[in-house]
């Protein structure tokens, strides 16, 4: 479906993607200051299995382990957070910018553009 401006009827549309940049953010630092704060069970598991080259295995392992715990928390915080960002994005805001006549409409107005009402069209 090619999505048009109910304003102008161009084609040319643009999404901002606001919500999903914010949230994806706030998403990735909220699980990677949790993966860090559980980065007990990573240093754990990381220095097991560094045990094997001796102490600095287990002092190496275990940094890692923590380290490869933030990450792995960090992503999926970030994923989390693109979804939500999506969801807010497609029913909440005004995603879709018309590059023709900069005109701001959401999904409701592209897929019926006799919806937009008079105070969405506002002045040229």
Sequence with gaps: ????????????????????????????IAGAVRGWLGAASGAELGASLGIVAGPPGIAIGGIAGAIVGALVCGATGASAGAVLGEIIDESVLKNFLCLSCEFSFGKVSAEDPEAVTASEMGTW
Excluded: F, H
């Design 1 to 28: 479906m090619t999505l048009r401006c109910p304003r102008c009827e161009s084609d040319q549309i643009a999404t901002k993607n606001y919500a999903r940049m914010v949230t994806c953010s706030i998403g990735t």
